[in-house]
């Protein structure tokens, strides 16, 4: 199975900054990496895929970047909603896996 | 718009089976893609589970395929999980989710049940 390591576990942030949550998969995956939002009592959101291919509905605040082993997910000006636990996850190969997860919180 | 939503019991005892359904609606489960059941563990991990797709065919995630079974009910556009011989390190929040035929990302979730191990 391919070994996600997402960085880091934990961030804290004020509304308007912006910050950066990485991704490194044990060996290539191309571009085929997805990027999801989970907040408590909520269906999990899909942000982007194929790494970079923004999910509709999704703000332009988010992007994706990186290709091969390494990856990006880039949050700019955070807004309120935004804080909350995100994932990475492989969709290259089967079976799909899945990032440590990145827990945002409000400084 | 699509909707998945988990149900199914809360506690399960260490030995037996746990059994979970996710009704779907705003969608047919017999047309495109595949239905898929994701779990996290506490301690935040995801593991994917395994997906029964339009046509009724299964794949499971080597580390489950012994112990697990997902089947579907077209009528009520509701598939299900079943665990066999469960322990305390089932215990987890599981969720259903959709993908497409031809990608293996997620784009429709349930909010998920938290099921406990326990005797």
Redesign the interface.
């Known amino acids: 199975d391919v070994q996600m390591t997402q960085s880091p576990s934990n961030l804290a942030a004020s509304p308007g900054e912006s910050v950066s949550i990485n991704c490194k998969a044990s060996k290539s995956i191309s571009k085929?990496l997805?990027w999801?939002q989970q907040k408590p009592?909520?269906?999990?959101?899909?942000l982007i895929?194929s790494g970079s291919t923004l999910?509709s509905g999704t703000p332009s605040r988010f992007s994706g970047s990186g290709s091969g082993t390494d990856f990006t997910l880039t949050i700019r000006n955070l807004e309120p909603e935004d804080f909350g636990?995100y994932?990475c996850?492989q969709?290259?190969?089967?079976?799909?896996?899945?990032g440590?997860?990145t827990k945002l919180e409000l400084k | 718009e699509v909707q998945l939503q988990e149900s199914g019991p809360g506690l399960v005892k260490p030995s037996q089976s746990l059994s979970l359904t996710c009704s779907v609606t705003g969608y047919s489960i017999t047309s495109s893609y595949r239905w898929n059941w994701i779990r996290k563990f506490p301690g935040n991990k995801l593991e994917w589970m395994g997906y029964i797709n339009n046509a009724g065919s299964t794949n499971y995630n080597p580390s489950l395929k012994s112990r697990i079974s997902i089947t579907r009910d077209t009528s009520k556009n509701q598939f299900f999980l079943q665990v066999n011989s469960v322990t305390t390190e089932d215990t987890a929040t599981y969720y259903c989710a959709r993908s497409r035929i031809t990608t293996h990302y997620f784009d429709y979730w349930g909010q998920g049940v938290m099921v406990t191990v326990s005797s």
């Open positions: 085929y997805a999801y009592g909520k269906a999990n959101k899909l895929y999910q636990l994932y996850q969709h290259n190969e089967y079976p799909p896996t899945f440590a997860g």
